[in-house]
């Protein structure tokens, strides 16, 4: 690269622009206008300046100054840098769902993912992108965490949503809710609690974490007469996890759960299907929270939120979740690091 990043200690996080109609410039301009966070690391756009131009002028953000970059060995330190993915003119629609917007968004991560898997980028930020306008012929993925899963040669990982001492991870992601039960197996509980675990040990640095794992049935089953999920899958997962020598426990009805907090108690928390997951989650922390991809050699951390068309181009986007997907993604590698030496020093 032209400024060694590691002689400055200061990682490169690759950012995906997302669908360029949605909210996804929006939120990243709006991260990125504040200079205080170059000191902490140097973020590389993926998309192309025509989008960010236009959207600086749409959001009056003038002040906004950004690097054009056409390789990555090109990046300038110390400020904000778009690698152009594309050279041709984009027709942007601003709140409009086309697929100009979903094409445009597979450009820019296939770009950003490449850097990030020959590691000439430390992490992955990704702007939200239509899951529905992204379907082609050559990408056939219900979502980000599905294409990064393959792109990193991984059968499985997890989908890890955070904020603060708030992680909830699921068993089952993208899939309709009337697969669930066949897919929510002891083995997949297994790796899942494993993924989690290990995550919460090496990206988050706690040593000996806390683990509640949520029922599947109402009031976790009753005993075998509102399901028996519990008592042939999640139970003998638990214990064969356990049996590792780790602190898990459950399985907890998720309601009571989550209504009388009992969540504060664990470092990690594992619901067995999306909505179970992602609906308490994003009561308690919508507009903060983060989706992280564990389980995976690279760091990719999003905002937990989609495209918003119905307020992309009207400067209404909160970008507080996205900033604390880049300060994520900045701690999780500096987390790996120091785990890293640490390991090295024990040798």
Not at 54 to 67: A, I, S, T, V
Not at 146 to 169: P, W
Not at 193 to 202: A, N, T
Request: net charge neutral; hydrophobic share 40%.
């Amino acid at each position: 690269m032209g400024e060694s990043s590691d002689k400055k200690n200061k990682p490169i996080i690759g950012i995906s622009i997302g669908d360029v109609n949605g909210i996804g410039p929006e939120v990243v301009i709006k991260s990125l206008e504040d200079n205080r966070i170059l000191k902490q690391f140097t973020p590389v756009i993926f998309g192309s300046g025509k989008v960010i131009s236009f959207y600086r002028k749409n959001l009056n953000k003038e002040n906004f100054n950004f690097q054009q970059i056409s390789k990555i060995e090109k990046v300038v330190h110390k400020k904000v840098n778009v690698l152009n993915v594309w050279d041709d003119a984009v027709e942007i629609s601003p709140g409009v769902a086309n697929e100009v917007g979903g094409k445009h968004a597979v450009l820019s991560l296939q770009s950003a993912v490449s850097h990030l898997k020959e590691g000439k980028i430390h992490a992955l930020v990704t702007a939200p992108l239509s899951k529905e306008l992204v379907q082609s012929d050559e990408f056939k993925f219900p979502g980000h965490t599905e294409y990064l899963t393959q792109e990193a040669g991984e059968k499985e990982s997890l989908m890890f949503l955070v904020h603060e001492g708030l992680r909830v991870g699921v068993v089952t992601g993208h899939i309709p809710i009337k697969d669930v039960s066949a897919k929510v197996t002891k083995e997949k509980i297994v790796i899942k609690l494993q993924k989690m675990l290990k995550s919460l040990q090496k990206d988050f640095g706690i040593k000996k974490p806390r683990v509640a794992v949520l029922g599947m049935n109402p009031h976790a089953g009753e005993n075998g007469l509102l399901g028996d999920e519990e008592e042939k899958v999640i139970i003998p997962a638990i214990n064969e996890v356990k049996s590792g020598h780790h602190i898990v426990a459950g399985p907890f009805p998720a309601d009571g759960f989550f209504g009388m907090g009992t969540y504060k108690q664990f470092d990690g928390v594992l619901a067995m299907y999306h909505d179970q997951g992602l609906i308490p989650f994003k009561t308690l922390a919508f507009e903060e929270g983060i989706n992280y991809t564990a389980g995976l050699p690279f760091v990719r951390t999003s905002p937990d939120h989609g495209t918003a068309f119905s307020i992309a181009g009207k400067n209404e986007a909160d970008e507080t979740s996205f900033r604390n997907a880049l300060y994520l993604a900045n701690d999780i590698i500096r987390q790996r690091n120091e785990n890293q030496f640490d390991t090295e020093d024990e040798k």
